[in-house]
């Protein structure tokens, strides 16, 4: 009987502890969201610049937003789901301006570890990042605002620290041991990996290899990890020729190995749908193409990683030549590892033989512009 009594007497206080775990585990999921991105701003005041504007979280690299919420009493707080195969990204937070002229302003981050230093983007990852307003000051008639991060991720932290590697033969000692020793800070740096692409040329096949193996394993799996392994293992054995067995897509995605055509020259430009130096450019391409169809075979090879957002590209420039989609497999470690595509727009120039004859990277203007610069080259032969 004492024994029922005494059991009784213990479920309120196991109903309580119970009530107790569960607050717990609910105020954890709420704080450290295990599958959630969460950026939380505070301007510290109501009636600040921002209030009652939008505030967008975006992609850097393709320039997609993901999500968007409205400043009000001056906090916001942005919000992205992750799935399994999530890898932290280069991201940006913008506000609606209001203005067509300049539909979307950027807010940028105070670098706490150099000195007098504002940051553009930021890295995100999983988890909660808050921002407090540093400063907001009007720049020709654009408000400026900067936030700190009071949390900053590993993964932004690498990048706001700046750090590069050092090419064989560079300054110090040991470079590959102080390249060692950078990725040793941060094993699951994105920013690195990125670095490490940015560059390989620079670094060789066999420290670019070394480097890799430095990185923890759940790097291995990440897309440009796996790149990076084909490109140092991919030898190019036949200088600047156009290289052999590659596959492009279609804009109705159906694979194409056949971009140069023998019985004219061929002018092969590398661009995407976010990158803006490109857009610039089709007009010069137009202007080539309306002057010169007969002699030139022009062939667009996108690099986007958004199929959706290549195809709407192609509705609003209509270009009346080829296009391609080059996805990120084989083909585009060999025309990464023989031309170079870590910056577009990039044009290659070949002959009706396939012999390359010239190339350049980046928007000109003038006589230095694509189809003045081509209209030249076909014109001298």
Known sequence: ?????????????????????????IFMFRQVPGNEIVIQGDMQRKNSYLEGKKVYFGRQETKE?????????????LTVKTGADFVPFEATLLYATGNPAYP???????????????????YADKGTMDLVVDTSSSYRKKEVIAFRILNINKQTEAAFR?????????????AATS???IIGMFPSS????????????????????????????????????????????????????????ITCFTPDLRPATKLLDHEKYNLVVFWASWCAPCRHEIPQLRQLFSAHADKVNIVSVSIDTKEHA????????????????????????????????????????????????????????????????????????
Request: net charge positive; aromatic share 12%.
């Open 310 to 381: 290549w195809k709407r590209a192609m509705e609003q420039e209509q270009m009346p030549w080829q296009q391609m989609l080059l996805r990120r497999d084989n083909s585009f470690v060999k025309f990464d590892k023989t031309y170079g595509l870590n910056t577009i727009p990039l044009w290659l120039l070949f002959d009706k033989d396939g012999t390359f004859m010239a190339s350049h990277t980046g928007l000109e203007q003038g006589e230095a512009a694509v189809n003045a610069k081509v209209a030249s080259l076909i014109t001298t032969q």
């Open 65 to 77: 937003f993901l999500d968007s919420a409205i400043v009000r009493d001056g906090k916001f707080r």
């Open 179 to 181: 390249n060692a020793k």
């Open 162 to 174: 700046m750090l590069a590697f050092q090419p064989a033969g560079g300054a110090g000692k040991d």
């Open 1 to 25: 009987m004492k024994a029922v009594k005494l059991q009784l007497k213990l479920v309120p206080v196991l109903l309580t502890l119970l009530v107790i775990l569960l607050v717990v585990v």
């Open 190 to 245: 994105m920013y690195l990996l990125k670095q490490l692409d940015w560059q390989k040329k620079s670094l060789g096949d066999a420290e670019v290899s070394t480097l890799l193996s430095e990185f923890d394993k759940s790097v291995h799996q990440t897309p440009l990890y796996r790149r990076l392994v084909k490109h140092v293992s991919f030898q190019n054995k036949t200088g600047n020729a156009f290289p052999s067995e």
């Open 104 to 122: 979307y302003w950027m807010l940028g981050f105070k670098n706490p570890y150099r000195s007098k230093t504002f940051m553009s983007n930021f």
